[in-house]
């Protein structure tokens, strides 16, 4: 047998009945792109296919056969369905009916103990597990059913501040209720074991105000003003004159002096010079926080001499870097 065949006047390798992992080369059926194409059957499926003659050469794989061999390996790794019979009793759980409209194997089963039906998975009643939870597991988990309260009846819970509504989801202690606040009127779901435990107050709202009381009481703030604020010489990072609520207006080429006390900004006018804007800010000041301040000192001693006593350890502080 001759290595070479002639085909439409070209000199091509003879490939004829020779095999090529899946395919056995069986007839050249055209030239193409300056490869012969050759008409190749599996030997495994029959499949036909025309490969050429430089691909072939590296071996083919029949696409067919690869797929029905992945999955063979996958039934192998995974198995076939389980199948359970109707009306058998694994431990606690008797098999109801199979599940059709899920992916996995599950069948519905119901407890013997208790009457709870789940949908459970043919692996995890075939290995005949108790874990599966159902209300019978959970007296045995340590779990009181007696915890199941009805938390809408006042003589098992009242509160001044929480109205519970009604029970949105859950059992025992891990209820979920849903309450409404009596302060704010927010309706929010909360634990039963956090319901029962004592700390709950409010829907929270009770812990932010008495949080901005708290946080007023220590900046000393009163009136919608900020006592250590209008104390302090601390200039903010954005001024660049140097003096607290004096800026220049480029367009007018002008000094600006404001100054802002209980919420309320009072313009004191323009100035062609800075000093001049610096000395009506601190007349304001003197006219405005003064008498202020010797209410707050009047009316909140203690807060007024922690702020003092603040204010002495930051300007220490001040004099020692200067110093530095």
Not at 139 to 160: A, Q, R
Not at 259 to 268: A, D, G, Q, S, V
């Amino acid at each position: 047998m001759s290595e070479y065949i002639r085909y439409n006047g070209r000199r091509i390798k003879d490939l004829r009945g020779q095999i090529f992992e899946d395919f056995r080369a069986v007839e050249v059926v055209e030239i193409k792109d300056k490869h012969a194409q050759w008409k190749c059957e599996c030997k495994r499926c029959g499949n036909i296919e025309i490969i050429s003659a430089n691909h072939i050469a590296r071996g083919k794989i029949c696409k067919p056969c690869k797929e029905l061999e992945k999955k063979r390996k996958k039934e192998e790794r995974h198995g076939n369905k389980l199948f359970l019979e109707i009306g058998k009793q694994y431990e606690r759980w008797t098999v109801i009916e199979p599940i059709k409209d899920k992916p996995e194997n599950y069948y519905k089963c119901i407890c013997k103990k208790c009457g709870t039906v789940r949908e459970i998975q043919a692996k995890l009643i075939n290995r005949g597990t108790k874990i599966y939870s159902c209300k019978c597991t959970k007296t045995e988990n340590g779990v009181d059913p007696k915890n199941d309260l009805d938390l809408m009846n006042s003589s098992i819970f009242t509160h001044k501040n929480i109205k519970v509504l009604n029970k949105i989801n859950g059992n025992g202690a891990h209820s979920v209720w849903n309450c409404k606040c009596l302060l704010c009127g927010k309706e929010w779901g909360i634990m039963q074991y956090s319901l029962l435990s004592g700390d709950i107050n409010s829907c929270g709202c009770l812990n932010r105000e008495n949080f901005s009381k708290n946080v007023g009481n220590y900046v000393g703030r009163a009136e919608g003003t900020s006592v250590s604020r209008i104390k302090s010489n601390k200039l903010n990072k954005n001024n660049t004159s140097g003096v607290t609520g004096v800026y220049y207006n480029k367009n007018k080429e002008k000094w600006f002096a404001c100054i802002m006390f209980k919420r309320k900004n009072f313009y004191l006018g323009t100035f062609d010079f800075k000093e001049d804007a610096a000395k009506a800010r601190k007349s304001a000041e003197k006219e405005l926080y003064g008498n202020f301040l010797e209410w707050y000192a009047q009316k909140y001693p203690e807060q007024w001499k922690r702020l003092n006593k603040n204010k002495i350890i930051q300007d220490s502080n001040f004099d020692l870097a200067e110093q530095e």
